[in-house]
């Protein structure tokens, strides 16, 4: 995870320190929104939890750093062929394991996503090792400051990536028939399928747009972190965290949770305790379900309403 | 003997059988006293598989966090004895109540929500209880763990050797599954079993849905908080990595090889995944690393081709061959 300590310098206020937390919570909370998005997309296509989008965000970054590493390839090409890369893992996922078991109930496929997630770590740890791997920053590594707090330039590129990634996903729901037949499938998959949409290429072509953000959120963070095969776990179970915070199967509740429990989690670590940092995200899992299950989203028809327009 | 086998008690007789052959067998040589040390861990898996089994078939509902419960029972009778003298078998029962206290705690507010919160409650438990094992290290001594547990006693006889410990955890074991039979043949456990084919239906006969979901799920936390207690009592030392998300998968597992469909699915699911964690690694040699990807294949091979699990996929199969074409039964796990 991002250690907070190596931003500092000796004489920060209090304000400045919780500048920095939220600065460096918006970053994690960058990615944690990509990879709920992912979650959101399989979720509202097949209503499975997919416990493998972790193994996409850790596919795409260490896919990402033998291309610039081993291959030296330039960044944009690295960038789109670990993307593909990963896409095209969800795409075998999606026909190997998923559309086989079309016809069971949710939980089967539950279960069946977190072996593939067992099977996709094994898989990466015997490809590239136990080693963490770290990866060069897009561009410089030299921090700026901002009103006494510092930011590394790839944050911006953190921050940009995403929005880019959140604008195009959007494009492809408004603009092109498949976007609009994977909204009708969300929507309700029975009268999708009477209006003559083929479901089944829609829920394949929601892992693989799913496989895609999680790549992407592993390959922005990759440079801040470090890539290691195991660390899909808990990237993707606080993405998960984050889709229940915002409110299971609504993007923007999605991208809403991701960032702010991004934000919870660098303030907590950073003014409580950092030794319990991990345990925030489940924490604010729990007090969700208990308290507010729906996520803080207004309800899931609104948003779909919304985004129909 | 064939209809002894037809009824759950007579299986339960004749494992009792069964399980007097492998300290002979130990006797004559004929069998290495590692493989005991094994049977012991059967015998505490079975003890949680057979909760789980229960709260799986028979509410429709999995957790992915049971080895909190497993991590609880361990860590409370650890603390209990070790730090206060708490006297033995007293240390037990507080185990398993704080286990199930803490099982109603998650599951009262989660199991009222439809759809499958109470796995992501209980996955969120089991992160959070393996934090605190790691980072509190005032009570739980953190990573290095807690040694020099006691031994459990009957009388004053002392449980120093593997064998008597076997003998004492596997009578537990049986206790468990008949307590689980025998709820499975009670009033809630019929409500349980119209639970299974549809909710609504039974809701509308007048099932309390809700309750029974809780119930079930605080006695599988029990059941699990008291395998985690004589765990303690048997290894004498416990850290956290005993009770991770891998080990809360290692019970799913379980269940899904063994299958739902009968409470000796949790049975032979325990004996085959113990075994299959006793010997993998072995079999692998150099690569006992990758015996992830064994478990990952088997979790995902046995839902796609036999998703009533092994139990379940026998009685299917001697259904068809009974009957000539009975249509195989959609478990839902």
Known sequence: ?309 | MKSLLKNDYGILVALMFVLAAPPILVKFGAMNSYYISILIFMALNTMIAVGLNLLVCHAGQISLGHAAFYGIGAYTSAILTVVYGCPLWVDVIAAMVLSGVIAYLVGAPTLKLKGHYLAVATMGLGIIAFIVMNEWHSVTEGPSGIVGIPRLKIFETVMRTDMQVYYLYWAIALIVILVAINILNSRVGRALRALHGSETAAAAMGVNVNSYKLKVFVISAVFAGLAGSLYAHYMTFISPPSFGLQFSIMLVLMIIVGGAETIWGALIGAVLITSMRAFLGEALGAYKDYDVIVYGLVMMVVMIFIPAGLAGGVSIIARKLKRGSAQPEEIGA
């Open chain 1, 1 to 309: 995870m991002i250690s907070p300590p190596r931003f500092f310098k000796a004489s920060m206020t209090i304000t400045e320190q919780i500048l920095q937390y939220v600065l460096s919570g918006l970053v994690m909370g960058s990615s944690y929104a990509l990879i709920a998005l992912g979650f959101t997309i399989i979720y509202n296509g097949t209503n499975i939890i997919n416990f493998a989008q972790g193994e996409f965000v850790v596919i795409g970054s260490l896919l990402m750093v033998t291309m610039t590493e081993v291959y030296e390839l330039p960044m944009p090409l690295a960038f789109i062929i670990a993307v593909a890369g990963t896409a095209l893992v969800a795409f075998a996922l999606q026909r190997l394991a998923i559309h086989p078991l079309r016809n069971s109930n949710a939980m089967t496929l539950i279960i069946v996503t977190i072996g593939a997630s067992i099977v996709l770590r094994g898989i990466s740890m015997f490809i590239w090792g136990k080693d963490a791997y770290a990866m060069r920053h897009f561009s410089g590594e030299e921090p700026i400051e901002i009103f006494g707090a510092t930011i590394l330039p790839q944050s911006f590129w953190v921050f940009g990536i995403t929005i880019a990634a959140v604008v195009l996903l959007q494009l492809f729901y408004r603009k092109t028939l498949m976007g609009k037949a994977m909204l009708a499938t969300a929507v309700n998959k029975t009268a999708a399928r009477l209006m003559g949409i083929n479901v089944e290429n829609v829920l394949l072509i929601s892992f693989v747009v799913s496989g895609a953000l999680g790549a992407t959120a592993g390959i922005i963070i990759a440079p801040l972190n470090l890539a290691k095969y195991d660390a899909g776990v808990m990237l993707g179970l606080k993405g998960f965290c984050a889709c229940i915070l915002g409110g299971l199967g609504s993007s923007g509740g999605a991208i809403i949770g991701g960032i702010l429990l991004g934000i919870i989690e660098a303030l907590g670590a950073g003014l409580i305790s950092s030794s319990y940092r991990d345990a925030i995200a489940f924490v604010i899992l729990l007090l969700v379900l208990f308290v507010r299950p729906q996520g803080l989203a207004p309800l899931k028809e609104m948003m779909m309403g919304q985004e129909k327009q």
